[in-house]
């Protein structure tokens, strides 16, 4: 055919290029170039020649007619599709590009470095050096003001400089990168060759050379060959026979034998080829040897078993009777002997190549059927010794498997016609020697039994096979039949030579096979009948039976005796006989006129019947013809069709006579076979479309004819509702042709197709209508499409009346439009068509749309008349919005048409935007231009914008194919030009606006899916194209667009910005190796290449294996090959299920996150440019005070996230100067409204999170950026309560996240920078946040406040960390800092709560149960407070905090901690405070449960009130010293509470074993408790002083504090005392004995929140020798007091604390305290301490005096009659009273006592009543007595 010429290059819309084409053979057309398809003329090579096939005039029918002429067409006009040349560019991978990854980031092999954190931060070569901390400290470094001095220009600059290589950069492969351009198969438009061309898979070449044997040859053979299918059990080819020894050349066989070296040339070599549509290891060439009959042949079969061992005597006689029995019986043959041999193995290869033998000949006797043949064979296959063999038997043989591109110069075809060899020399396959004619190749005919290899005929062949099967003639033996072809049945009829001998010469009878002496011979023979296209009506098949007489007879010389006749019409029912079995009756003579009479087989016929007129002789037809149909329907269908004549004479009667006769012949092509039609595609095809184009009274029966041929070969090939078998393609590529030029089919198909889509409708509704005819309609939906199309293309370079070339048919337009409404009319019927059925025909009409494109692109007109026809289909004409299914289909319809059309671009027609982008006007609506200029577009943007609210699954639909389509895009080589990129993106700038305003739906879905990787990724595909649209826009057109726009629809763009950079956030290699699973920011089709290497087990690929063994194998796959491709699949990557990656390497992860990284920076860098657009934009305009406050949100929060996600360090440094010159244009602004509270704290947690990194240049970025934020607030509000605010906020969320030391050094160092920023920053730098005059001092005062916090805060957390990472911490001190923390948060509420919570948990969790309970006691009357706040002071309310149920929580908690702790009084309390809040809200059951518990407590404060067993602490002071213990301790004092009665020692030794681990050094205790002098103290050296401490209650104090639990709760002064000597002593005799008392003051009165406390305030008190004594004496009196007090006594006591009083043994006690200063030295005494303290000491001594006397009573009422104890107590005491009574008694009195008792002894008188006596008067007989 015509070569081929290469697409040209593609042209621009409207300007496609023409060329004129060659006139060829008459055929001239013109050759208009298209883009994806080219109209040519197409020789057919390999068919019969024309001269030998018969005459047009000798056709009966239609059908013949039709076929005919296609067959002896020698060449068709063919619409072939071109190779879009389609060229991909794809990214390179491996190495990524400069500006991406640095040498760090590439594998160190040599070194063996593990790649670490520094890859996640600095894939980009940063300035500043990697790994390690910055050795430059704070006071070193200079302010940078390159942050302060920031400007759009610059950020811009800098960002391009970094980004050069940007602009290259494709976003979809790199979002992508594993991407090939697949058109799915609803898209594909192949070139389909005509079945003739895959008519067979095979070609066989074979060559029979000769047959011999041990004996010799000696008579002649004859060789039949076949293929044979075991598998199927059947025959699959026609014989192929051949003769050797031939009775001809019988002379030259006894002279000299045959050679087995023969050539080419040896007439007796025959040359076949075998065609074979399958191939399999079970399928056999089978050859099948007769030989002349020879009777009795036991000796000849005994001369061929036995070989040369017979002797050579009988040989020759055997020989020679051979001979004579061949010269009488020559014409009859019987079978002798078969061979077998292999054709294919297990992997589709040929086995016998060149010279082959069959060297195994299997004895037969008599002739079997087919399947007894097989089971035979197969039985011989198993075991070799089932059957006898010929002795030496061999059969030679050439085998070769053609090419296709060589072929035998000589062939002819099966009907015995030559074959036009090929033109190209080349193509030739030699089979003769040079010099030598080439031998004839006969083709051998392969019988299509399967159902799904039948194919039109290719060539003429118009053959009929008959095989005799067998006969029961009862006692007839050696029966031949002989078999002629009548045309008559007179007795003038001579038989016809119809039939095929050997050499395809055509005789007029022959001879089956004479199975010996068998009366029910089984016949193996196959007759081969060439039929003529006139067919007699009375033409049959004759058969002739003989008795072969076998042995000669001197009696008869007649070989056969006559048995009888029997006849097969070759009409039947006016057609062809079927292929079928017939059973015949053998008539023993037959009258003249024979052939009715004997169809009948009436008893009255006048024909005699043998065998009881039974049917005792059966046989088989095969036609095998494209002239004569077998069946019947179809035969019906050609004799009922009428004739044009007869059309035009029924139309011009009254009636629907001819719309009648054409619905009865329907009727009958309905029920045609399936496989006949098949065979007789191209004429009825051929047929039906002519009458549809030229017929006028008939096009729509014919049009239904040809629905119904279709629709039964998309059957019989099982083809899916609505698509097309490749056999009709190939018609319609190949075959098809419009009759009449200026009546194309089209036209008229249309009308056709649309009237019947209409009558459906119409007649569905009044439920009358034919489904059958219905299926039809709606299933060739596809095939009708493909039909039109080449008839517009070949109409579309007609030119004749009414139109000119190069355009569409008027008449066409308007059937297209009313056909599409129907279509769109079944879109919303889908539930009553079916799903499946409408989607093909939808991807149908899709794939003509873009074939229409083709035809229409130059001529606008008509290309916009397409258009509409899309927007048509596209239209959403339901109120209540599209369901799942017009969605699926709907973008299926625009995925063919976008995404797998190679020319779309040109479609879109990118010149039309030329005004758009050179204008120069400000106040075009860039969005609605483009909306009316480009439908597509519009079609496309309508179809998103309809379904973003609808099914998950319907968006994602739609996203997907979105996605397709710019990624093909940004893969195709032709766009990558940067200004079509451009012009693309402009285009779509309608989509990425409906993206934009649905962004808040893109949001709220993505923190949904948090889980839900699907959903995750449509969420990345949409972003993706958003991002490859927004890289491409040109900056004014962006500024063109947001003109036009509303704030808060540009709020919605900024919020798609962020929703961008959090999506493909930047990858972390930590990340992904501490991770199991996780979810890749790449494509799903790229997740799935790269998925996980270990996702399948061993069984898995065991199973994968037993699969590629079990399944059979292909042509051309050897086992080798399939082993190598099993390799190769275990060394792959895996798909997962989930398509998720799992981290299994090191190498893999860092190929993930160098693809990953490349997607990331491209949609960072093109974020951080559109925003540097935005902030130029709306320099003006964001100012919240004029309505934008959503704007400016929306901007505020796209720098946060972009500050909150990883980034490389370039991008950051760049971002942050973003962050300055927003901060400077906007900063003011976000301090304005209260909406952006938090947004700060974000603004700012996101700037110290930065400041962990170890780049030094983006911790001063941060930092230049905090104070910048700091000065905005003041500027704004003359405060920095926001940014203070925002910086505690921050920096409690940060420092939990903090997890080596060199991030808290990293967040520290920002710290201490911020004053040295703040003290340089705007000094130089003009700027509109420098202070106003006079605002500096207040400026400072406010900084100094926040920096204090902020520091107690960063500090004390790192400290709380350290010391619970330890093993052994200081509990105490971490309670301690979880207060202060708390306390640094009191202005706010929410995290000043939470670290309270997390205090009282703390202590709980340590058993300090009053602590615990103090601080939810704290926290309750905090919420009561919060609670009754107003409703916008109150942040807790705002974020709807259950603060009913907190407080009811926090006093329940309370009362359990207070309750443990025996603080059962506080409990009470709590509960006082509950209650209420219970009947106030009628909570019954939480009012039983609380009065339940209040019982308990009540119970326990009873019982402890009685055994007064309470131990609520003991306290002491604490003192540090020294520079290990840091600046929270060094030099500080605390009281430390400890639980119940804590002794001295064991807080000295736990507090040394504490410390001296902590600090990992030896810690020294101070011995005594006196002030400590620092300057003598070692700073080296740890010391700790412990002191144990009292509470301390003043004379007010005293008379309130009467109770137990008064005297031990809300104590915050604490006493503890030191004695002294004026010497400088600590102890001397009483009266230079001094005491100094020290009184401590604590914040907040124990319990509280804390167990220590830092000590606040210390007062001294000094008591002279007098003082100390007095009070010595007192506290030795009160502790006997309180002691008798109690009841029970505690006898064990008292009697300790007597003993130590009136038994004194180191020290005179108080008869020494007594006697030096009331007897020794009175004058001086009294002159310095003066006359009252003497009194008060005296009184004091009595008191002492009276307590012992009752102690001592009390215990003597215990102790036993003589108690050694007792008595000593009683004589000391008695002492110690004589000692002291001339002291401590007045004269006056103690006279008066004297006199009274009658002695002189105090021991005889009681000091009770010594001490009642009056002073007022005596007796005088006292006085008496006392003088």
């Not at 399936?674 to 009458?691: C, M, N």
């Not at 017929?695 to 279709?710: C, P, R, S, T």
């Not at 916009?864 to 299914?885: C, N, P, R, S, W």
């Amino acid at each position: 055919g015509k070569k081929k010429q290469p697409p040209p290059p593609p042209a621009m819309m409207f300007k496609a290029e023409t060329h004129e084409g060659k006139e060829k053979n008459g055929e001239g057309f013109i050759g208009r170039t298209l883009h994806n398809y080219e109209l040519e003329v197409e020789g057919v090579a390999g068919s019969s020649e024309e001269k030998y096939l018969p005459d047009m005039k000798g056709t009966v029918n239609f059908l013949q007619r039709s076929m005919l002429g296609h067959l002896r067409r020698e060449k068709y006009l063919c619409l072939n599709k071109r190779k879009a040349k389609f060229s991909i560019v794809k990214p390179k991978v491996d190495p990524l590009p400069a500006y991406m990854v640095d040498a760090d980031t590439e594998v160190k092999k040599s070194k063996g470095i593990e790649l670490g954190e520094e890859e996640v931060k600095s894939l980009f070569s940063a300035e500043e050096g990697v790994g390690g901390l910055d050795p430059m400290t704070p006071r070193q470094v200079a302010v940078d003001h390159s942050f302060q001095n920031a400007s759009l220009a610059l950020c811009r600059n800098k960002l391009r400089e970094d980004s050069k290589a940007l602009e290259k950069d494709g976003v979809m492969w790199r979002y992508n990168p594993k991407y090939e351009f697949r058109k799915r198969d609803i898209s594909k438009v192949k070139n389909h060759p005509m079945w003739k061309k895959n008519e067979c898979v095979r070609q066989i070449l074979f060559s029979v050379d000769n047959i011999g044997f041990e004996v010799g040859d000696f008579e002649p053979m004859y060789c039949k060959l076949c293929l044979y299918d075991f598998k199927k059990e059947e025959r699959i080819t026609e014989t192929f026979s051949v003769a050797f020894n031939d009775p001809e050349d019988l002379r030259k066989v006894m002279n000299q034998g045959i050679s087995s070296n023969v050539d080419a040339a040896d007439p007796q070599r025959r040359w076949g080829i075998f065609n074979l549509s399958e191939e399999h290891s079970e399928m056999y060439l089978v050859v099948k040897v007769e030989r002349v009959l020879q009777g009795e042949s036991s000796q000849q079969d005994g001369l061929y078993l036995k070989g040369n061992t017979m002797r050579k005597q009988t040989r020759d006689l055997i020989r020679r009777k051979t001979m004579q029995t061949i010269k009488r019986l020559q014409g009859l043959q019987q079978p002798f002997c078969w061979g077998i041999m292999k054709l294919f193995d297990e992997d589709g290869e040929l086995i016998p190549t060149g010279p082959v033998e069959i060297d195994q000949l299997h004895f037969q006797l008599d002739s079997m059927s087919d399947e007894q043949f097989i089971r035979q064979a197969k039985e011989v296959l198993i075991d070799s010794k089932a059957t006898k063999k010929v002795q030496g038997g061999v059969l030679h043989m050439h085998v070769v498997e053609l090419d296709q591109n060589k072929v035998p110069e000589k062939r002819v075809d099966p009907s015995g016609f030559p074959l036009i060899p090929p033109e190209n020399k080349d193509m030739i396959l030699p089979l003769a020697p040079e010099g030598i004619p080439e031998p004839v190749v006969q083709e051998v005919q392969e019988f299509h039994r399967a159902e799904k290899t039948a194919k039109p005929h290719s060539r003429f062949v118009n053959n009929l096979y008959l095989y005799p099967m067998h006969c029961n003639f009862q006692k007839y033996r050696n029966i031949a039949v002989k078999i002629e072809i009548r045309e008559q049945d007179g007795s003038e009829a001579e038989p016809v030579k119809w039939i095929f001998a050997r050499d395809n010469e055509r005789v007029s009878h022959i001879h089956t096979a004479v199975n010996y002496h068998n009366k029910k011979p089984y016949f193996d023979s196959e007759i081969k009948i060439k039929l003529p296209l006139a067919l007699n009506r009375q033409a049959h098949i004759f058969f002739t039976f003989y008795n072969v007489k076998c042995k000669k007879s001197s009696m008869k010389k007649n070989v056969k005796d006559l048995i009888g006749f029997c006849v097969l019409p070759l009409f039947s029912k006016q057609a062809l006989i079927e292929d079928q079995d017939y059973g015949l009756r053998v008539a023993e003579k037959l009258p003249r006129n024979y052939l009715i009479p004997y169809q009948h087989a009436s008893a009255d016929n006048g024909i005699r019947y043998k065998f009881s007129g039974e049917k005792r002789f059966f046989c088989r037809t095969r036609v095998v013809s494209n002239m004569f149909t077998t069946d019947p329907k179809i035969n019906a269908f050609i004799n009922t069709w009428p004739t044009i004549k007869e059309l035009e004479r029924l139309a011009e009667k009254k009636g629907n006579y001819s719309n009648i006769l054409l619905s009865q012949s329907l009727e009958h092509i309905k029920r045609a076979d399936r496989k006949s039609l098949v065979l007789f595609l191209p004429g009825l095809l051929d047929f039906a479309t002519e009458v549809i184009a030229t017929w006028k009274h008939a096009k729509k029966q014919a049009f239904l004819a040809m629905l119904f041929v279709v629709h039964r070969i998309n059957e019989y090939f099982d083809i899916s509702e609505g698509q097309v078998a490749k056999l009709l393609l190939s018609y319609v590529q190949h075959i098809f042709k419009n009759v009449d030029p200026k009546r194309p089919l089209h036209i008229t198909l249309s009308e056709c197709w649309l009237d019947e889509l209409k009558d459906r409708t119409e007649s569905k509704k009044g439920g009358r209508r034919n489904h059958e005819q219905d299926s039809a309609v709606l299933k060739c939906s596809s095939f009708i499409f493909e039909i039109m199309f080449k008839s517009v293309v070949q109409d579309f370079f007609a030119e004749y009346p009414g139109k000119q070339k190069g355009e569409l048919h008027p008449d066409f337009s308007v059937n297209l439009k009313m056909i599409m409404d129907t279509f769109v009319e079944m879109l919303y019927a889908h539930r009553s068509l079916g799903r499946f059925l409408l989607q093909n025909i939808v991807h149908a009409l899709a794939r003509f749309m873009v074939k229409l494109f083709e035809v229409v692109q130059h001529d606008k007109d008509q290309w916009h008349e397409v258009i509409a026809l899309i927007g048509q289909f596209m239209d959403e004409k339901d109120d209540d919005g599209a369901d799942a299914v017009r969605v699926d289909l709907r973008a299926d319809f625009l995925h063919i048409i976008l995404v797998d059309n190679d020319y779309i671009v040109e479609i879109l027609r990118l010149s039309a935007l030329n005004h758009i982008l050179e204008s120069k006007e400000t106040d075009i609506d860039i969005v609605s231009v483009i909306l009316e200029e480009h439908a597509l577009v519009r079609f496309l943007v309508e179809f998103l914008q309809s379904n973003f609210s609808g099914e998950k699954m319907m968006l994602d639909k739609v996203v997907r194919l979105i996605q397709a389509f710019f990624t093909r895009i940004d893969y195709d080589k032709r766009y990558q030009d940067k200004d079509t990129k451009s012009k693309i993106a402009t285009l779509f700038t309608p989509l990425l606006r409906v993206i934009s305003e649905n962004s808040r739906h893109l949001w709220a879905r993505a923190l949904e899916s948090s889980n839900n990787t699907a959903e995750k990724r449509q969420i990345r595909n949409i972003l993706a194209v958003a991002v490859w649209i927004l890289k491409g826009i040109p900056s004014h057109i962006r500024a063109l667009w947001w003109q036009n726009e509303d704030p808060n629809e540009l709020a919605d763009f900024v919020a798609l910005l962020q929703l961008m950079v959090s999506t493909f956030e930047y990858p972390s290699l930590q990340r992904r190796k501490a991770e199991e699973k996780f979810d890749c920011i790449l494509s799903a089709n790229t997740a799935a290449v790269l998925g996980d290497g270990n996702s399948g087990t061993v069984s898995d690929l065991k199973n994968n294996l037993e699969s590629l063994y079990n399944k059979k194998s292909k042509a051309g796959v050897s086992l080798r090959e399939r082993r190598a491709l099993i390799n190769k699949r275990a060394t792959t990557w895996r798909r997962s299920q989930i398509h998720t990656l799992t981290t299994t390497s090191r190498e893999y992860l860092v190929s993930i996150l160098r693809l990953e990284s490349g997607m990331s920076v491209v949609v960072s860098r093109t974020v951080l440019f559109t925003l540097l657009d935005v902030l130029e934009f709306l320099k003006s305009s964001i100012n919240p005070q004029t309505g934008s406050v959503n704007l400016c949100s929306a901007v505020n929060n796209l720098i946060i996230t972009f500050l909150s996600c990883h980034q490389t360090p370039r991008l950051w440094v760049n971002l942050l100067r973003t962050v300055h010159l927003f901060i400077e244009t906007h900063g003011k602004a976000i301090f304005f409204v209260s909406e952006f509270s938090q947004q700060i704290i974000s603004f700012v947690s996101a700037l110290l999170s930065m400041c962990r990194w170890e780049s030094y240049q983006i911790c001063k970025g941060c930092v230049s950026a905090l104070v910048s934020l700091i000065y905005a607030n003041f500027a704004a509000t003359g405060d920095l309560d926001r940014v203070q605010i925002a910086l505690t906020v921050s920096m409690s969320t940060l420092v939990p996240t903090l997890t080596t030391s060199e991030e808290e050094v990293r967040v520290q160092r920002v710290v201490d920078l911020l004053p040295r920023y703040k003290s340089e920053s705007y000094r130089d730098v003009k700027t509109n946040l420098v202070l106003k005059p006079g605002a500096e001092e207040r400026f400072s005062e406010c900084f100094d406040i926040l920096m204090k916090r902020v520091t107690t805060i960063l500090k004390d957390s790192i400290e709380i960390r350290r010391q619970l990472s330890l093993q052994i911490c200081d509990r105490t001190t971490i309670g301690n800092l979880l207060m202060r923390i708390a306390e640094a948060y009191v202005h706010i509420p929410k995290i000043h709560v939470e670290h309270l919570e997390r205090l009282g948990n703390f202590q709980e969790n340590q058993k300090n149960f009053a602590e615990a309970g103090s601080c939810y006691l704290e926290i309750a009357q905090l919420y009561e407070k919060i609670q009754k706040s107003p409703q916008a002071a109150n942040p807790l309310k705002k974020e709807k905090v259950d603060i009913v149920a907190k407080i009811d929580y926090c006093y329940l908690k309370a009362c359990e901690m207070l309750d443990k702790a025996r603080l059962y009084e506080k409990c009470n309390f709590a509960y006082k405070r509950l209650i209420p809040r219970y009947e106030s809200r009628r909570k019954y059951n939480e009012l039983a449960n609380a009065y339940a518990h209040l019982n308990k407590v009540f119970s326990s404060l009873a019982l402890a009130e009685t055994k007064q067993d309470r131990l609520l602490g003991t306290y002491y002071r604490i003192g540090f010293y020294g520079k290990k213990f840091g600046e929270y301790r060094d030099g500080r004092e605390f009281v430390y509470k400890k639980p119940r009665i804590t002794r001295l020692v064991e807080v000295v030794s736990d507090m040394k074993s504490l410390y001296s681990h902590l600090l990992n050094d030896k810690v020294e205790v101070h011995p005594d408790s006196g002030k400590i002098d620092r300057s003598k103290l070692d700073p080296e050296k740890n010391t700790i002083q412990i002191t144990y401490v009292t509470p301390y209650f003043d004379d007010e104090d005293k008379k309130n504090r009467t109770d137990f639990i008064s005297k031990n709760t809300n104590l915050d002064k604490f006493i503890f005392s030191t004695p002294f000597t004026l010497g400088g002593k600590a102890q001397g005799s009483c009266t230079q004995q001094c005491k100094r008392k020290t009184i401590l003051r604590v914040p907040s009165p124990f319990p509280c929140c804390k167990t220590s406390q830092e000590i606040t305030s210390t007062e001294e008190l000094i008591l002279n020798p007098l003082e100390n004594a007095i009070e010595d004496i007192m506290i030795r009196g009160d502790k006997i007091a309180q002691c008798l007090e109690k009841k029970p006594i505690s006898y064990k006591t008292l009697t300790g604390l007597l003993k130590g009083s009136v038994a004194t043994e180191v020290n005179g006690g108080p008869v020494e305290i007594c006697h030096a200063f009331l007897r020794d030295n009175e004058e001086k005494n009294l002159k310095e301490y003066g006359v009252a303290r003497l009194i008060e000491l005296r009184k004091v001594l009595r008191k002492f005096l009276q307590a012992c006397q009752r102690g001592l009573d009390a215990n003597a009422e215990r102790a036993k009659p003589q108690d050694i104890l007792q008595e000593h107590l009683a004589k000391s005491f008695d002492e110690m009273c004589s000692l002291m009574r001339p002291y401590v008694l007045d004269s006056r009195k103690w006279a008066a006592v004297a006199v009274k008792n009658g002695g002189d002894r105090l021991s005889t008188v009681s000091m009770k009543d010594a001490f009642s006596i009056s002073s007022k008067g005596t007796s005088d007989e006292v006085k008496s007595k006392a003088t």
